[in-house]
């Protein structure tokens, strides 16, 4: 699993904190602990700094670069703000995160990814927002996404298509739909694009408790229909265990052995039975319970662990 | 050529609740009335039998209210001062369900007390047979004070006691708990808020067979089919076995309706728009069947002239077809 560590988001207040003051040590230390960690790449959420992207951009650049190599990944809508930053980048190849279906990002996000040579992450998202049918979104990346890419002559080897995670609680009836659409764009072109995912929105809104176990449950799933490249957490200890425990096939635990089972029918595209469960076990009856509201057979509740299980 | 009807078997049903209890049961209502037991969506007479249709509540207030349409006030006359009074004229009318909901303050002005309360649902339960459901006004501290006294002073009446909302549920829950009442849970439109509040509740220990959902609609032109959607969503996962989406629904059209521009205004909009008095009543009624179509158990209603179409309307949608 590549992973693109999330941690620098400007949504924690500890990170809005330390780019006020210009914390140059804050920032190399969350850089290094999640390369650390396995972070394959790092995501750079600044915001749209409207009145500072051209000093704040570099900047951050030249700090994280100072002591890690990855690429950096910039999550941003400010486009002069992204090439401020690209410009200043000296390892890895970048990204650009994101451009969408929308015409007006469409235009202009790939010709500046062509131009620094950067991979390019683009959202199944168009005009009217994000569809719930997972054809649609796939179609979204066949009919104008990748064209686009072969309009200009951007590799789509370096194009990364995001299909969009949004949360179980609110938006559930898209969750089942965005498994299916990871799995059929993994056939959308030769070469194929890669496919990445913001794995954490699947559980905003959700209380804190529960939060882990609801995105540890959708990786198995996500996994088992092909994904192999998220936007995640890598300070994570059990969401790393449970594709270490996926991608080793270890199965010498009992959770393990349930983590593998719901990898695998998602694999055969079976949904998970409830005979590959000890509802016995509380974690294992959690895992089902979990799997039943990504699924949208179950309708999900802040409670929904504490309703009796569902065949 | 026959055609052959394909047939939905759902695993689950929708809970059978009883509100009221007759002198046998402790309570003192001529009759009860039993909703729920749906074994399929609304009316699909040839899939499952509906052991109980849906059932008409009429909303009356302890007091004359300061904020319903002259119409209403109009039809209703003199009885709108007395709460007693006004049940009967429901009775008479054969709605199934007294809805009595405590103003905030006195007709006088003076903040409403619990002994005023008691004494009007008092009251009320001696001028009618009817099952009775009391809400409180509908902020948090004074539905708490209002409604406790309620249920102390009614026990074993089986009251349906609300409004149950995800910011005050605990004292009404508690207060219907101890005395033998049932509650009605109320979230905004949306499915997770509903069965979430559901579980609260039956985690403090209220029996299954004691709670109602109100799912909240919008009214005809007011967001109704986001409404319907919720509960169709909520009657779906019911009969798929979901047990904490397994309660009769209770909706409230007369207050949505009466609150549109539509139905509240009779000067200064379009000519087109027709009669004022008509087109309200259009607007209730209307309203209503929409959600009786999306599984409304319990229907609370304002006019009398929407009371005698949805009882006709309810009479109908209940009637079996003769097999051909």
Request: with cysteine; charged share 25%; aromatic share 6%.
């Amino acid at each position: 699993m590549y992973i693109i560590g999330e941690n620098i988001h400007i949504i924690s207040p500890k990170v809005k904190e330390a780019l006020a003051e210009k914390n140059e040590r804050f920032f190399q230390e969350l850089a290094v602990s999640q390369v650390e960690a396995g972070a394959q790449a790092l995501d750079l959420n600044l915001g749209p700094r409207k009145k500072d992207w051209e000093e704040v951009f570099p900047w951050m650049v030249k700090t994280v670069e100072a002591v890690v190599d990855v690429p950096l990944c910039f999550d941003s809508t400010n486009l002069m703000g992204i090439e401020a930053g690209l410009k200043q980048v000296t390892k890895a190849q970048p990204i650009i995160n994101s451009t969408s279906a929308e015409p007006e990002r469409l235009e202009k996000v790939p010709l500046v990814a062509k131009k620094y040579n950067t991979r390019l992450l683009a959202l199944t998202m168009g005009q009217s927002g994000i569809p719930v049918k997972a054809d649609e979104r796939v179609n979204i990346a066949l009919e104008t996404l990748i064209p686009r890419m072969l309009e200009i002559d951007y590799p789509i080897e370096d194009l990364i298509l995001d299909p969009l995670v949004l949360t179980v609680s609110g938006c559930q009836e898209y969750c089942p739909e965005l498994i299916e659409a990871v799995r059929t764009l993994q056939f959308a072109w030769d070469p194929p694009p890669a496919i990445s995912v913001g794995l954490s929105n699947v559980s905003n809104a959700v209380p804190a408790e529960n939060r882990g176990l609801i995105n540890r449950v959708y990786c198995a799933m996500l996994m088992g229909a092909g994904l192999q490249m998220m936007i995640a957490n890598p300070l994570d200890l059990e969401l790393k265990e449970t594709i270490r425990i996926i991608e080793e096939r270890d199965a010498s635990t009992a959770v393990g052995h349930l983590y593998l089972k719901i990898h695998d029918r998602i694999a055969a595209m079976e949904e998970p039975h409830i005979e590959d469960v000890d509802m016995n076990d509380p974690m294992q009856s959690a895992i089902w319970k979990t799997t039943q509201i990504l699924l949208n057979k179950v309708i999900y509740a802040d409670s929904y662990l504490g309703q009796e299980a569902m065949a | 050529m026959p055609v052959e009807i394909p047939k939905d078997n759902w695993p689950g049903a929708v809970r059978t609740i009883t509100l009221g209890a007759t002198a046998a049961e402790g309570g003192s209502r001529r009759q009860v009335v039993t909703v729920g037991g749906a074994k399929s969506l609304p009316f699909l007479h040839f899939e499952a039998i509906h052991p109980y249709r849906p059932v008409i509540a009429l909303e009356i207030r302890d007091r004359r209210p300061d904020d319903w349409s002259p119409l209403l006030i109009k039809t209703w006359q003199e009885v709108v001062d007395d709460p007693a009074s006004w049940a009967q004229a429901g009775e008479k009318l054969g709605v199934d369900l007294i809805q009595l909901t405590l103003s905030l303050t006195k007709a006088d002005g003076s903040s409403n007390t619990p002994a005023n309360a008691v004494n009007v649902v008092k009251a009320v339960l001696a001028a009618t047979g009817l099952p009775l459901l009391v809400f409180g006004p509908g902020q948090a501290e004074v539905d708490n004070e209002l409604l406790v006294a309620v249920a102390e002073a009614t026990k074993g009446e089986r009251l349906v006691l609300g409004i149950c909302e995800d910011k005050n549920y605990r004292t009404i829950v508690a207060a219907a708990l101890a005395n033998g009442h049932l509650v009605s849970a109320r979230t905004p439109m949306d499915v997770n808020l509903a069965k979430q509040l559901n579980i609260l509740i039956k985690d403090m220990g209220m029996p299954l067979d004691r709670i109602l959902m109100d799912p909240t609609t919008g009214a005809l032109g007011y967001g109704i089919e986001y409404g319907y959607s919720v509960m169709e969503r909520l009657r779906l996962a019911a009969l798929q076995g979901d047990t904490m989406t397994q309660f009769p629904m209770i909706v409230t059209p007369g207050f949505e309706a009466w609150k549109t521009k539509e139905a509240k205004v009779g000067e200064g909009v379009p000519a087109e728009w027709g009669d004022w008095e008509a087109r309200a009543i259009h607007w209730e009624s209307l309203t209503t069947i929409a959600l009786l179509e999306s599984g409304a158990d319990i229907v609370v209603l304002r006019h009398p002239e929407s009371i005698r179409r949805i009882q006709a309307a309810i009479q109908e949608l209940m009637t079996q077809a003769e097999p051909a």
